[in-house]
Every structure is written in C-alpha cells, then in structure tokens.
C-alpha cells in the first residue's frame, strides 16, 4: 500500500509538473520543487521517530537526490515539449528494469515466482499505459527518457539501501543534493525569471508532493522487497494517463485499457511475492 501510494502521489506531481513546465522554465520547475521537497523532507524527518542516522545514510540518501535531480530535469524538459507519451515509458520501464536488476544482482533479493511474473507483465503494462497520439518523436526524446530512466534507477537504489532505523533523513540527503546539483542550470538557465509568486508556490508544492513519493517509497523498502517496492512505485504513469481521460477529456485507445487491465494484474501478482 505503501509502494501504491507513492506511485499516485509520483503521478499526480508528474502531471502536475508536466503542466506547469509547459508556462514556466523546466529548471525552474525542477530547482523550485527541489527547494519545496527540502522543507517538506525537514518537516516529515523530524516528525518520524529515527533511532541512528549515519554518514552512510546520507551519503546513499545525496545518490538518490542526484538520480532524482537528473530525472526531474530531463523529464520535465520533456513535458514542456510535449513528448509525455515518449519519455513516461522509457523512463518508467527502463528505470524499474534497472532497479530489479540491481537489488536481484547486488542485493541478493529472491522475489518470488508471481512477483516475477507481476514485473514481467508490469513493464509491457507500463508501455501500453503510456502510448498513444505522440508528439516530437525525435531522438530528444527518447535520450531524455533514456537519461531520466538511469535517474530513476539510482534515486530508487540510493534510497533503498539506507539503513532501517534512520528515519525520513535519507530523503532530507537527497533533496540537499539535488538542490545543490540543479542550482548551475538554474542559474545559467534564460528566461527562468520573472516568476509570480503563485507559480512559484505551485513549484514548491509540486517539489513537496516529490518528497512525500519518496518518503512513502522509502518507508515501503523497509516492509518489502526493494525490487516489488520499485515495480509498484514505478506504476506512477497510470495516474497522468487517467488524469488525461477524465480531466483533459484525452482518447483512450485500446492500447491503454489492455495496459491498466495489465497493470491491475501486475499489482495483484507483485503483493503476492
């Protein structure tokens, strides 16, 4: 349930940061969100109970927020030119792939023979969810994607191998970090500023909405699998795609009922490993 709800709330600050990337810089969207993230992960670390926090924690917590950095950043320059449809998949698929792959690998993880199947049938799911009328289908796209995904993969990882009794911390590393990483393409970025104030909270918000996914993902490795955590998480692109159906008043194609058809099953498949 833990793994589920990160993925909604990852979903709805996709969205959200899609749209707001499509008025505003995207490294204003990005380093403005990160800045919201780092309070919200002060406020939510100080208020869950930690028994030790050591340098090893924050160290995997800053690898996390530099893979988080480089997936905002590229995701949603992506949004901003209209290839949602592009980079979701790549940078879902891709990503829960390589995190699997990394907690089977140097984890030692054994997930069960259903939630192999449930990660089988997640990551076509995933693909059939996210496809549909494209827009710029040039190799920007799929490099952003691709580069998003490698974020996505060491953000999850980073955060998965923090130690269990240290808190919410952790998320606090890597929102510094990614503060830290972003604020040269910020800064260096044209048009950025001016912002209204309201947009600006609307980054901030956004930023925090990030933070809570995380922390909810964090909390989720502790009671499962890193590679069943990752898969459920990685389920975020199913929110933009109903979100599009039932606010924007997009087309649903026969594609993207087989893939949340597909992706229910995952979901059942993956809680019984």
Not at 68 to 95: E, H, K, Q, W
Not at 258 to 267: Q, R, Y
Request: hydrophobic residues 60%.
């Amino acid at each position: 349930m833990l793994a589920l709800a990160s993925a909604v709330v990852y979903g709805l600050v996709d969205y959200a940061g899609g749209i707001l990337s499509r008025r505003l810089h995207y490294a204003f969207v990005a380093w403005v969100g990160q800045v919201g993230g780092l309070l919200f992960a002060l406020l939510a670390a100080i208020a869950v109970p930690t028994e030790h926090v050591g340098l090893i924690d924050l160290g995997f917590g800053a690898l996390s927020g530099v893979g988080s950095a480089v997936t905002m950043l590229y995701l949603n320059r992506a949004l901003a030119r209209g290839d949602m449809s592009v980079v979701l998949p790549i940078s879902a698929v891709t990503g829960v792939a390589l995190s699997v792959l990394c907690g089977v690998w140097f984890l030692a993880e054994q997930p069960a023979p259903a939630a192999w199947v449930g990660i089988g049938v997640m990551l076509p799911a995933l693909w059939l969810v996210s496809s549909g009328r494209r827009r710029h289908h040039g190799s920007s796209a799929i490099r952003d994607g691709l580069i998003a995904s490698v974020g996505v993969a060491v953000q999850y990882i980073g955060l998965g191998l923090a130690t269990d009794g240290s808190g919410l911390w952790a998320v606090v590393a890597g929102r510094a970090a990614a503060v830290l990483v972003l604020a040269p393409v910020f800064t260096t970025a044209r048009n950025a500023w001016p912002v209204s104030w309201a947009d600006t909270a609307k980054a901030l918000t956004i930023g925090a909405g990030a933070a809570l996914g995380l922390s909810l993902y964090l909390l989720a490795t502790r009671q499962q699998l890193l590679a069943i955590a990752v898969a459920l998480a990685s389920l975020y692109p199913v929110i933009p795609v109903l979100l599009g159906v039932f606010v924007l008043r997009e087309h649903v194609t026969h594609r993207r009922i087989i893939g949340l058809v597909a992706a229910g099953v995952a979901v059942v498949l993956l809680s019984l490993g």
